[in-house]
């Protein structure tokens, strides 16, 4: 239920909320204080007129007429109204009243309780007490003879409903102020709200949340490499297999590119802000294959995404794709080779040449005993063995014999050596084979395969001229070819890359009668020895 919540929503409750706590504490504390303060202030204010009616010499000398009333009464109903007072009361040291707002009071005994300090002690304070007017704040203070002895008392009072509504006025204000501090919250809440919205281009944080885990899935899911900068230079995200073509494991964010990939030129997209794709680059120590485009807001220029790919694996890819097509083209030919073949047995059978027909069948029947006994039936790779076939068909197209050593024994392959693998090694191997006997008298390819022991191992023999001594070191080297023709010189250069993936070797030797032989191995248990 939380999670359907708007993001506008939980900052203007969770702000609102806080305001509104704030504010009623602050407003309860100011509330308590002025409380506080509005009581001393008006009780000091008692305080201070009762003193200084005690100090008056007139209030004293009327205590020595006969009735001090008919002079103290009318003075304190006057200066009560000058000060705001609600009574002032004047008594005698046995509390009788001279003085009360009230004239019938006048004569009685003062009521409260709260006399004997000044009256005893001659003490001057405050004091809250219900007289017969109600509630109230009273200040006290006793009244000196000249010879200092204590004949009277002053008590001067403000009601305590008028104390409480002075404060109640005050609390309002406050209250007011504090409304105000809460709306103006809430505006800079929805404000705030909607700049976060804003920034987060109108998605709620569960969305980001499920985009982040996207973006981290394809991230890591591509087989391109991937660098993304900011609009100062600083890498933003760069995910794992851009770390293994540049060759570095550390977390590189926020790292400027050129201290990484300085070769990739990003600074180009960021001042013109043009899309480049296919761009040949150096990236880390490998020819890779680059696209760079840059990242647009408010038609401005605030990133560069960088997606680049080993040229090397796009070459293999390509090989691969070719050594398919020629798999292809020799199944075709081996057709085509049949096809004659049963033309030609077609036209003897038309003409009465049964003597010939049969010759040649069972001249075929020979040959394709010879040549698939061993393929059919010590071969159960289908892939091996429909290569093979392949190969045979294009053999016999260029009158060339291939060989399968009536020791070879297959059983099933490994599954880390793949069918695009198995072709791009046999494939180019024995093309390369069928090609060096071309020239020579005796046109014959061999080919062995055994599966025993720990390794997979192919031979491929040839009866051509063998391999020159000072080419054996760089006849699996990248464009190197003894043929001085454009365009060669990849197919055992992709066969040692395969074969060395696979955590094999390939090796190669001339015969003492001519020829040379290619061998190689590959491990069985390849991805058990990676794991460990």
Do not use: C, W
């Amino acid at each position: 239920m939380l999670k359907k919540v708007t993001l506008q929503t939980k900052i203007l409750t969770l702000v609102l909320t806080l305001i509104l706590f704030i504010t009623l504490l602050l407003t309860s504390i100011n509330a308590i204080i002025e409380m506080e303060q509005t009581e001393e202030n008006i009780g000091n204010r008692a305080l201070h007129v009762a003193t200084a009616v005690s100090f008056m010499p007139s209030i004293r000398e009327a205590f020595e007429l006969e009735d001090p009333s008919i002079f103290i009464q009318p003075f304190m109903e006057s200066l009560k109204k000058e000060i705001g007072a609600e009574f002032i009361v004047i008594g005698n040291k046995d509390s009788i009243r001279y003085s009360h707002p009230d004239p019938n009071k006048i004569g009685k005994k003062m009521v409260g309780g709260d006399n004997d300090l000044a009256l005893i002690n001659g003490s001057y304070y405050m004091s809250k007490a219900v007289g017969t007017l109600g509630p109230s704040l009273r200040g006290k203070a006793p009244i000196f003879n000249e010879s200092g002895e204590i004949i009277g008392i002053v008590s001067v009072g403000f009601m305590m409903d008028d104390v409480k509504t002075i404060i109640f006025n005050r609390i309002i204000k406050i209250s007011g102020l504090a409304l105000f501090v809460i709306l103006i919250g809430a505006i800079g809440s929805v404000l705030l709200a909607r700049s976060i919205r804003k920034d987060t281009l109108g998605l709620e944080p569960q969305q980001i949340a499920a985009l982040y885990r996207e973006r981290s899935a394809v991230l890591h899911s591509i087989r391109d490499g991937i660098v993304a900068i900011d609009q100062s230079g600083h890498i933003t995200t760069m995910n794992e297999n851009a770390k293994k073509v540049i060759g570095i494991e550390e977390d590189v964010r926020y790292k400027k590119i050129e201290e990484i990939l300085p070769t990739l030129k990003m600074y180009d997209v960021l001042k013109t802000g043009k899309i480049e794709r296919d761009m040949e680059m150096v990236v880390g120590n490998r020819v890779a294959i680059v696209n760079k485009t840059p990242i647009i807001e408010n038609d401005t220029v605030v990133g560069v995404v960088a997606t680049f790919r080993d040229k090397t694996e796009i070459q293999e890819m390509l090989n691969t794709l070719s050594e398919v097509r020629q798999y292809s083209e020799d199944l075709r030919a081996q057709t085509h080779e049949y096809k004659n073949k049963l033309y030609v047995l077609s036209g003897l059978l038309q003409l009465g040449n049964y003597k010939e027909a049969i010759e040649l069948i069972q001249l075929e029947s020979s040959l394709y005993h010879d040549q698939t006994k061993v393929l059919l039936e010590d071969i159960h790779n289908h892939t091996v063995q429909a290569i093979l076939l392949g190969k045979i068909g294009k053999a016999s197209e260029k009158k060339v014999t291939l060989h399968i050593d009536e020791n070879t024994s297959i059983q099933e392959i490994p599954k880390h050596i793949d069918m695009a693998k198995l072709i791009t090694i046999l494939g180019n191997l024995l093309d390369n084979a069928i090609e060096a006997v071309g020239d020579v008298e005796e046109k014959k390819v061999s080919f062995f395969a055994t599966d025993e022991g720990h390794d997979i191992i192919f031979e491929v023999a040839d009866s051509g001229r063998g391999i020159k001594e000072q080419d054996l070191p760089y006849i699996f080297k990248r464009g190197y070819s003894t043929k001085k023709e454009k365009e060669r010189g990849y197919g055992l250069s992709l066969v040692k890359e395969v074969v060395e993936d696979l955590r094999g070797t390939v090796e190669v030797v001339n015969q003492k009668d001519g020829g040379a032989i290619f061998t190689v191995y590959i491990p069985k248990k390849i991805m058990q020895e990676r794991i460990a």
